[in-house]
């Protein structure tokens, strides 16, 4: 016996999916690519998935509470620098926070999307 479809409506596939936006900028996912899309006002960089996430350490690691007291002019500054991307931007300390805030969100949207992922698999596994 064989199960005919018909008239079924496939959607067609989205090559990006958007992650995680705020009014400065997003961040999408490419299925193609499989890589991970940051548009933040100049900046546009595109990650591997490890790469990403050695970014968002990157970013994280830097110590706004120093730099919120540090009266110097280098204080009022942090320079954001990716190598591999050939990324080289000094940011204000609000366009910095900022782009933390991108890239912090899009981390957690990751992480959820792998968690539902990971317990909608289990589940239809289980029945």
């Known amino acids: ?23 400065f900028g997003t961040c999408h996912q490419c299925d193609k690519t499989s890589r991970i899309l940051l548009q933040y006002k100049d900046i546009e960089a595109s990650f591997r998935i490890n790469d990403f996430l050695s970014f968002r350490k990157l970013i994280n690691r830097i110590d706004l509470r120093h730099k919120l007291f540090d009266l110097t002019d280098e204080g009022d ?50 029945a």
């Open 77 to 126: 500054y942090a320079s954001v620098e990716v190598p591999k991307l050939n990324l080289y931007q000094k940011l204000g300390l609000c366009e910095f926070i900022q782009l933390r805030e991108l890239v912090n969100g899009t981390h957690f949207a990751i992480e959820l999307n792998s968690m539902l992922h990971e317990v909608l698999y289990q589940d239809s596994a289980i």
């Open 1 to 23: 016996m064989q199960a005919v479809i018909s008239n079924q409506f496939i959607p067609p596939v989205k090559a990006l999916n958007e992650l995680f936006s705020v009014p």
